[in-house]
């Protein structure tokens, strides 16, 4: 069956294994520093450019803030793992017990706790990573290394920005949509200007599409198990024709989409994961992750208007890029 030929491929492991162990007497405290360091992307960013270590077969998966990180980690991870981890295969799937964050590190967290190396060497390949960071300001070994590949996610910055406004409401309980909005059209909201983001990544991928795979959130949630294979494909990890013929990639759909994983204890209640959210009170728990999960949400909480200032925003600086929301 497609387990038997895939079961010699290697499969990640979640990173917080490594780090903290995966049984009764896993030892969170480790892990304090890179809760610690979510407001400190700078510092992490040097780190990883100065520090990172490449190896042959690294995955990074690239986003702005609030655009499917989330499900871009679970979906890569349980393609990757398909070998050793069945995705329909029962109770055993890292991802039932971990969250999408406790599987794959964000990279500038990790470098600003000075975990980088110490966590990224203790990482059996194949590695998985993820980061916000521009790819202009990507480190060399990542950005130019034949050997690594970049799995971008991107999203309607409409709803990109809704999303960042529920999300940032748990720690800024009067933060004002219309600042948000503002700040998106001025290129001055959280990880930069959204057209630099998205462009960086756009050209990037045109120029070298088996290095860059370039992916769009309402696209997957149109066709999730298309973009399943799509990824597959560009991992390096096709799926079989007996894999095929089983619906794997439906599996992997199925164990990654929106209501199984928020509906799963350890995304709901948090607890040691919840560290990982980046905020020690617990305001960015595993389920701040879990909202809607929608395209267009941004109708309920935009006017007209505030839509169309974003959308002439966004239009005048990704005009003749050839890319467009
Ligand atoms: P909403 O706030 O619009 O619901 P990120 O992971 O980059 O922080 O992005 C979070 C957004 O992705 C949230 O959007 C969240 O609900 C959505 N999301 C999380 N997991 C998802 C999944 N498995 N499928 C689809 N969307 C998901």
């Known amino acids: 069956g497609p387990a038997t030929v895939l079961s010699a491929l290697p499969a990640p492991v979640p990173f917080k294994d490594v780090v903290v162990g995966d049984g009764d007497d896993a030892d969170a405290s480790v892990l304090e520093e890179y809760a610690g ?23 990074v998966l690239a986003s ?34 971990a969250s999408p964050h406790d599987c794959v590190p964000f990279m500038e967290r990790l470098f600003a706790a000075g975990l980088g ?15 916000h960071m521009h790819h202009s300001i990507l480190p060399a070994s990542i950005a130019d290394n034949p050997d690594c590949k970049i799995v971008y996610i991107c999203r309607n910055p409409k709803d990109m920005l809704v999303s960042m406004w529920h999300f940032s409401r748990r720690i800024q309980p009067d933060l004002a949509f219309s600042d948000l909005l ?33 992916l769009r959130y309402e696209e997957m949630l149109r066709d999730p198990v298309g973009n399943v294979v799509k990824l597959s494909l560009f991992l390096g990890r096709p799926f079989s024709p007996a894999e095929e013929e089983a619906g794997v990639a439906m599996d992997v759909v199925r164990l990654c989409s929106f209501q199984k994983l928020k509906d799963l204890e350890v995304n ?46 966004m239009e005048e600086r990704l005009r003749g890029s050839g890319f467009s929301f």
Not at 84 to 97: N, S, Y
Not at 120 to 127: C, H, I, N, T, V
Not at 287 to 312: C, I, Q
């Open 117 to 131: 190396s110490k966590v990224m060497d203790a990482l059996p390949s194949p590695r998985l990573m993820a980061t």
């Open 268 to 313: 709901r209640v948090g607890s040691g994961s919840s560290l990982l959210g980046g905020v020690r009170d617990g305001a960015f728990v595993n389920s701040s992750y879990f909202r809607r999960g929608e395209a267009g949400d941004w109708a309920n909480h935009m006017t007209p208007e505030m839509a169309r200032r974003l959308d002439a925003a």
């Open 182 to 214: 503002e700040a998106a059209c001025e290129g001055s909201c959280l990880s930069g200007p959204i057209w630099d983001h998205v462009l960086g990544y756009w050209n990037a991928s045109n120029a070298c599409p088996e290095r860059v795979l370039f």
């Open 64 to 97: 702005p803030p609030k655009c499917g990180t989330t499900w871009l980690k679970a979906l890569a991870f349980a393609t990757m793992a398909r070998g050793a981890h069945p995705p329909a295969g029962g109770p055993g799937h890292p991802l039932l017990r």
């Open 37 to 59: 360091a979510a407001a400190t992307w700078v510092p992490g960013i040097i780190a990883i450019r100065r520090g990172f270590a490449p190896r042959r077969g690294d995955v």
